[in-house]
């Protein structure tokens, strides 16, 4: 047997398929309809972003069933999991450097810029900008007033809940490794829960940054770090939530074994990784 032929026998070759087609058509209508709504094309852009999500969403049902139905016929093996496995590394790793560059960003403001503007003179020995002081929170020597978001109050209870929800995921991944089916699927559905609560504390917060404390996208340098910062993360949350809930449906018609099970710990890994990240940001942006 030549070793093609031997490598084919232990790692699965899905059939060609049209689906990575269809998501980057997709894409492309997604980001080319947005271009133009924000450049004012009337109706244009608001249906090419709806047939690109459209079409996102019709290849997300389609092509991850397609990878499930896979999965539970037995097709994937060891070497497949182990690829799958490196994959999702590599795939958190990229989102570590995609937070790395915003709270490379926070530094930078803090550090540098800030004091920076503060400190600047003009030939005559005079200040660049006399009433501005190094102090942050700031919006800048030309920002609007603000009052900063404290770390009392939802962000704390926020902080709670997301600690909490890692708790409730690692007893439903024990609850699996044992076949505990009933202890899996009940803090299952309690981290979902709590993702779901965080995310609405979060739509509050956001309210109140807006209508209370005047602090808003264009509050600033610290407007647009804020947001920037915890609107990305409450979009991974989203994204998570999502996640463990179609795992949890999976779940319930009996998916995974205690010995096969990646697509449940892959889930897992990405939810503890939000977890670590909302703990610096409740650190970095909203403590110090």
Do not use: C
């Amino acid at each position: 047997m030549t070793s093609s032929g031997a490598h084919s026998q232990h790692y699965f070759v899905p059939q060609p398929t049209l689906y990575p087609f269809i998501t980057a058509i997709s894409l492309f209508f997604l980001a080319g309809g947005f271009v133009l709504q924000i450049n004012q094309y009337g109706a244009t852009g608001k249906i090419g972003m709806l047939l690109g999500a459209a079409g996102l969403l019709y290849m997300m049902a389609r092509w991850f069933g397609a990878i499930i139905d896979e999965a539970e016929g037995g097709h994937y093996k060891r070497w497949e999991d182990l690829s799958f496995r490196h994959g999702m590394i590599w795939f958190i790793a990229s989102e570590i450097a995609f937070f790395a560059a915003f709270f490379g960003t926070l530094f930078y403001e803090r550090v540098i810029s800030v004091p920076d503007l503060a400190g600047q003179l003009l030939n005559n020995g005079t200040t660049l900008w006399p009433d501005f002081t190094a102090v942050w929170p700031s919006s800048g020597p030309l920002g609007p007033e603000f009052e900063a978001m404290g770390a009392a109050g939802i962000p704390a209870i926020n902080t709670a809940l997301l600690l909490s929800s890692g708790v409730t995921i690692t007893i439903a991944h024990w609850g699996l490794l044992k076949n505990k089916r009933r202890q899996l699927n009940a803090f299952l559905a309690a981290t979902i829960a709590l993702g779901v609560i965080f995310l609405l504390l979060q739509g509050y917060e956001y309210y109140h940054a807006y209508t209370d404390l005047g602090l808003t996208l264009g509050a600033g340098v610290y407007g647009a770090t804020f947001f920037m910062l915890t609107g990305f993360h409450g979009f991974h949350v989203t994204l998570g939530a999502i996640m463990l809930s179609v795992i949890f449906g999976r779940t319930l018609k009996g998916h995974f074994t205690p010995e096969r099970h990646f697509g449940f710990e892959g889930v897992a890994w990405y939810w503890h990784f939000v977890d670590v990240v909302w703990l610096l940001l409740f650190i970095f942006v909203y403590w110090l």
